[in-house]
């Protein structure tokens, strides 16, 4: 299963809301997690369930889709969520990762 | 907080092996179905391998299977990653992370990782 986010980079100033998508070639119910990696960290979990937060992850963070289309929302960003997100498939093995979407700084 | 600490990366040549390890602690190892992912310099997370509680299904990427070996031992509460034939391109960091909401081949999440260790594979 491919996994397509978009767009692939943005650029955004502090307070904007921004949309991340991720498309998946075929149905994948909602088995789809997201994560915020920060350069030499780990990933960490956002959303999982395509919508469920976290615990300790701030409410800005909202995620939606079931099937194939999915989306990652940050209604306000604040400066410690310039990063890269990734979304990921945990349906059916192989588990796959989308290419990734890197949230710079306008 | 549940911790996982990756060990055992370094720098090999092509067509060497390594063998890396996890050690998980603050949860029920045996439990949870374990997996590694890897990230090449500069570029995106890539799902390696997992293995399921008790060892039963085991599943890799294509671009391993046949070369690196997943392997648990839940007396020891730690995680194995045997990588042979390595390839420059198997060059990364690579993660040990824990799933979770697991059912049959079906996970929500992969909530706790390591902090990574790289595997640099150049003569």
Redesign the interface.
């Known amino acids: 299963i491919q996994l397509t986010q978009s767009p692939s980079s943005l650029s955004a100033s502090v307070g904007d809301r921004v949309t991340i998508t991720c498309r998946a070639s075929q149905g994948i119910?909602s088995?789809l997690?997201w994560?915020q990696?920060k350069p030499g960290k780990?990933?960490?979990?956002l959303i999982?369930?395509a919508s469920?937060l976290?615990s300790g992850v701030p409410s800005r963070f909202s995620g939606s889709g079931s099937g194939t289309d999915f989306t990652l929302t940050i209604s306000s960003l604040q400066p410690e969520d310039f990063a890269t997100y990734?979304c990921?498939q945990?349906?059916?093995?192989?588990?796959?990762?989308?290419?990734?979407t890197k949230l710079e700084i306008k | 907080e549940e911790e996982l600490v990756e060990s055992g990366g370094g720098l090999v040549k092509p067509g060497g092996s390594l063998r890396l390890s996890c050690t998980a602690s603050r949860f029920p190892f045996s439990s949870y179905t374990m997996n590694w992912v890897r990230q090449a310099p500069g570029k995106g997370l890539e799902w390696v391998s997992s293995i399921r509680s008790s060892s039963t299904y085991i599943y890799y990427a294509d671009s391993v299977k046949g070369r690196f070996t997943i392997s648990r031992d839940n007396a020891k509460n730690s995680l194995y990653l045997q990588m042979n034939s390595l390839r420059a391109e198997d060059t990364a960091v690579y993660y040990c992370a824990r799933a979770s909401g697991c059912y049959d081949d079906s996970c929500n999440r992969f909530d706790f990782w390591g902090q990574g260790t790289l595997v640099t594979v150049s003569s």
């Not at chain 1, 780990?42 to 979990?45: D, G, N, R, V």
């Open positions: 119910s088995y997690a994560y990696q780990a990933p960490k979990l999982s369930a469920t976290q990734y990921q945990l349906n059916s093995y192989p588990y796959t990762f989308g290419q990734g």
